[in-house]
């Protein structure tokens, strides 16, 4: 069984940082994407960033380049995401998710954590 913990989540302005954490456990990740996903209220859930299968290749979402770096832990079994100069149209519940299922679409993946919630205010 795959699970997911994130953490880090809360309640900032706009301009402040925060860093996720996903603590992960299960089988090997040995070639699994993992990555960091986001779901607003009412819309559906969007990439933001990801370590793809093929490598240390990776992903990051037009949306937040410049402002989020993914990174990750293996010794610790954790996933980062570390967002800084936050705006208030980066609010949402934040998810950890990851697929052995090479090339599928990230909506497709089949395992995914509960979330933690970021809101920014202006």
């Known amino acids: 069984q795959v699970t997911f913990v994130e953490s880090g989540g809360g309640s900032v302005q706009a301009g402040d940082s925060l860093r996720l954490s996903c603590v992960y456990s299960?089988?090997?990740?040995?070639?699994?994407?993992m990555g960091w996903f986001r779901q607003a209220p009412g819309k559906e859930r969007d990439l933001i960033a990801a370590f793809l299968w093929s490598g240390d290749s990776s992903y990051v979402s037009d949306s937040v380049k410049g402002r989020f770096t993914i990174s990750r832990d293996t010794a610790k079994n954790t996933l980062y995401l570390q967002m800084n100069n936050l705006e208030p149209e980066d609010t949402a519940v934040y998810l950890c998710?990851?697929?052995?299922?090479?090339?599928?679409?990230?909506?497709?993946?089949?395992?995914w954590g509960q979330g933690t919630p970021v809101t920014v205010s202006s």
């Open positions: 299960g089988p090997s990740f040995s070639g699994y994407a």
């Open positions: 998710g990851a697929d052995n299922q090479i090339g599928i679409r990230y909506s497709d993946w089949r395992y």
